[in-house]
């Protein structure tokens, strides 16, 4: 016969409560992620209304709208170089209910540029799909006495430091664009961030400042209507929507920068909630409307699942970390 004090007693239920405590919170959270999502979902957007990200925030969100049955909120969180929409999808909660892009700039060029990110770009995040990527196109206000690529670095040789160029800040593909030309090229021009993007283009318009990389979907329009002058695509090959202007690199050899965008939610995502984000996801690229729309907007289709794109990521990050160095450039 077996024989428990009531102290003993006592202790094993307190160990039994305990066990039981600890492990309801985690099935309570799983049982929720079944039914994910039954509420509305909310998309940080790195940087301001109007910009490349932006558009394709809202048409992505739209179609994942549709597909999940549910709301997709877009939230625009610009500044910092897309850190702070960064850090804020870092510290969401890990339910699927809070998304965001990891995006080149955010995930791979950020951490060299910036001396204390307030986020690990893989450790704090769930890369769930690799999305599309977009050539940037360089174009200058028609005041600056260049016709080609040729012709405005021989003028950026004979006035150093005179040439500015605009971003929607420190760290995103336009300003990485700029300063692996100023590398490569051994020129001197000089980087103006913009918080609002919009008013960084109407000081380009008016000729207070010089030019600007910029994704070929929001600055060509700007060329047809004259406002810009196209000299250089900056892929190695040309964008399909602007086909008559040439890659920078036929001028300066290896030149090549094309920033991508992927879906991504903070670290610790359940694996259900990741099976569901990524099917929906790829059955939007796959959709020939949306294709068609991406294409149009001058993007190029890249689709990656969960465990490429994670790969994926710590080679950019690696890639772009030495390219910061080499350059000098810094966000601080």
Do not use: C
């Not at 428990?4 to 099935?27: D, G, H, M, R």
């Not at 204390?116 to 200058?140: E, G, Q, R, S, W």
């Not at 040439?163 to 995103?172: H, K, Q, R, V």
């Not at 692996?180 to 400042?209: C, W």
């Amino acid at each position: 016969m077996l024989h428990f004090s009531l102290s003993k007693l006592t202790k094993v239920a307190s160990v039994l409560v305990l066990s039981l405590t600890s492990i309801l919170p985690a099935s309570t959270a799983q049982a929720q992620s079944q039914d994910y999502p039954n509420r509305s979902i909310k998309f940080l957007v790195p940087y301001s209304a109007g910009t490349t990200t932006d558009v394709i925030a809202r048409l992505y969100s739209q179609k994942l709208g549709d597909l999940l049955g549910q709301t997709v909120v877009v939230d625009n969180k610009a500044g910092a170089g897309g850190n702070i929409s960064a850090e804020a999808t870092a510290k969401a909660a890990p339910d699927g209910y809070t998304l965001s892009f990891s995006t080149s700039a955010t995930h791979a060029t950020n951490p060299s540029l910036y001396a204390n990110i307030p986020f690990d770009p893989i450790k704090d995040f769930t890369h769930i799909a690799l999305m599309v990527a977009a050539p940037n196109m360089l174009a200058i206000n028609p005041k600056i006495p260049a016709n080609n690529m040729a012709e405005l670095i021989a003028y950026a040789k004979a006035n150093p430091g005179k040439l500015t160029y605009i971003s929607a800040g420190s760290g995103t593909s336009p300003h990485m664009a700029g300063e692996l030309l100023k590398t490569m090229a051994g020129i001197d021009i000089r980087h103006i961030p913009y918080k609002n993007i919009t008013q960084g283009f109407s000081d380009l318009f008016a000729g207070e400042v010089s030019m600007a990389f910029y994704h070929v979907p929001v600055i060509y329009p700007h060329v047809q209507s004259g406002r810009l002058r196209a000299l250089g695509i900056a892929t190695s090959e040309r964008s399909p929507i602007a086909l008559e202007v040439p890659p920078i690199s036929d001028t300066v050899k290896g030149y090549d920068i094309r920033p991508w965008w992927g879906l991504a939610g903070p670290a610790g995502l359940p694996q259900n909630v990741i099976n569901k984000l990524y099917e929906a996801t790829m059955t939007i690229l796959k959709d020939p409307a949306t294709q068609k729309r991406f294409i149009d907007l001058g993007l190029i289709i890249t689709p990656m699942n969960t465990k490429d794109f994670n790969a994926f990521t710590v080679t950019e990050l690696v890639k772009w970390t030495k390219i910061v160095k080499d350059s000098g450039a810094s966000a601080n």
